[in-house]
Protein backbone atom coordinates (compact mmCIF):
# COMPACT_ATOMS: atom_id res chain seq x y z
CA UNK A 1 0.00 0.00 0.00
CA UNK A 2 1.27 3.47 -0.82
CA UNK A 3 1.77 5.76 2.50
CA UNK A 4 -0.80 8.11 1.13
CA UNK A 5 -3.90 5.10 1.17
CA UNK A 6 -2.13 4.33 4.66
CA UNK A 7 -3.11 7.66 5.99
CA UNK A 8 -6.58 8.08 4.38
CA UNK A 9 -7.13 4.82 6.15
CA UNK A 10 -6.16 5.60 9.12
CA UNK A 11 -7.86 9.54 8.75
CA UNK A 12 -11.01 7.28 8.57
CA UNK A 13 -10.86 5.06 11.40
CA UNK A 14 -10.01 8.05 13.45
CA UNK A 15 -12.90 10.01 12.21
CA UNK A 16 -15.23 6.85 12.81
CA UNK A 17 -14.05 6.37 16.58
CA UNK A 18 -14.72 9.84 16.79
CA UNK A 19 -18.20 9.64 15.78
CA UNK A 20 -18.69 6.80 18.26
CA UNK A 21 -16.99 8.59 20.77
CA UNK A 22 -19.09 11.40 20.29
CA UNK A 23 -22.23 8.98 19.61
CA UNK A 24 -21.24 7.34 23.36
CA UNK A 25 -21.30 10.88 24.91
CA UNK A 26 -24.90 11.95 23.77
CA UNK A 27 -25.90 8.34 25.24
CA UNK A 28 -24.09 9.39 28.16
CA UNK A 29 -25.82 12.82 28.31
CA UNK A 30 -29.26 11.48 27.38
CA UNK A 31 -28.82 8.98 30.01
CA UNK A 32 -28.24 11.66 33.02
CA UNK A 33 -31.24 13.83 31.23
CA UNK A 34 -33.55 10.85 31.99
CA UNK A 35 -32.14 9.99 35.31
CA UNK A 36 -33.34 13.63 36.51
CA UNK A 37 -36.21 13.59 34.34
CA UNK A 38 -37.33 10.58 36.21
CA UNK A 39 -36.46 12.31 39.56
CA UNK A 40 -38.63 15.26 38.83
CA UNK A 41 -41.91 13.16 37.63
CA UNK A 42 -41.53 11.50 41.31
CA UNK A 43 -41.66 14.31 43.04
CA UNK A 44 -44.07 15.87 41.10
CA UNK A 45 -46.35 12.80 42.07
CA UNK A 46 -45.31 13.19 45.41
CA UNK A 47 -46.51 17.48 45.25
CA UNK A 48 -49.51 16.44 43.59
CA UNK A 49 -50.49 13.32 46.33
CA UNK A 50 -50.43 15.97 48.57
CA UNK A 51 -52.12 18.80 47.20
CA UNK A 52 -55.23 15.82 46.52
CA UNK A 53 -55.04 15.63 50.14
CA UNK A 54 -55.15 18.96 51.45
CA UNK A 55 -57.97 19.54 49.11
CA UNK A 56 -59.65 16.54 50.63
CA UNK A 57 -59.03 18.25 54.28
CA UNK A 58 -60.02 21.69 52.49
CA UNK A 59 -63.25 20.10 51.69
CA UNK A 60 -64.13 18.60 55.10
CA UNK A 61 -63.47 21.44 56.74
CA UNK A 62 -65.74 23.75 54.63
CA UNK A 63 -68.22 21.04 55.71
CA UNK A 64 -71.56 23.34 57.48
CA UNK A 65 -71.43 20.15 60.15
CA UNK A 66 -67.14 20.28 60.97
CA UNK A 67 -67.53 24.47 61.13
CA UNK A 68 -70.59 24.19 63.59
CA UNK A 69 -68.70 21.36 65.57
CA UNK A 70 -65.41 23.33 65.76
CA UNK A 71 -67.69 27.20 66.79
CA UNK A 72 -69.66 24.68 69.44
CA UNK A 73 -66.97 22.59 70.92
CA UNK A 74 -64.03 25.03 70.32
CA UNK A 75 -64.85 28.43 70.56
CA UNK A 76 -68.08 27.70 73.18
CA UNK A 77 -70.39 29.49 70.42
CA UNK A 78 -74.61 28.51 70.83
CA UNK A 79 -77.08 29.59 69.10
CA UNK A 80 -79.08 32.89 70.98
CA UNK A 81 -82.61 32.14 72.08
CA UNK A 82 -85.33 33.60 71.41
CA UNK A 83 -85.08 36.02 74.09
CA UNK A 84 -81.35 37.56 73.09
CA UNK A 85 -82.67 38.52 69.79
CA UNK A 86 -83.61 41.96 69.37
CA UNK A 87 -85.99 42.89 66.05
CA UNK A 88 -86.57 45.90 64.89
CA UNK A 89 -90.01 45.51 64.00
CA UNK A 90 -92.40 42.33 64.49
CA UNK A 91 -92.38 41.95 60.47
CA UNK A 92 -88.51 41.37 61.47
CA UNK A 93 -88.79 38.33 63.67
CA UNK A 94 -88.66 34.64 61.47
CA UNK A 95 -90.78 32.36 61.94
CA UNK A 96 -90.13 29.40 64.03
CA UNK A 97 -86.89 31.42 65.92
CA UNK A 98 -83.79 33.27 64.96
CA UNK A 99 -81.31 29.94 65.40
CA UNK A 100 -83.81 27.61 63.18
CA UNK A 101 -83.77 30.05 60.92
CA UNK A 102 -80.11 30.14 60.57
CA UNK A 103 -79.75 26.37 60.45
CA UNK A 104 -82.30 26.45 57.82
CA UNK A 105 -80.23 28.98 55.76
CA UNK A 106 -76.90 26.85 56.59
CA UNK A 107 -78.43 23.67 55.24
CA UNK A 108 -79.90 24.73 52.42
Do not use: W
Not at 73 to 79: A, D, N, P, S
Amino acid sequence: MKRKEQFKIILAVLFIGVILLFMVLIDAYNANVQVDNNEYSRVNADLQGEIDTLKIKVKSSNNIDSIEKVAIEQLGMVYPSEDQCIYLTDNDRPQGGFAAMLKSQAYN
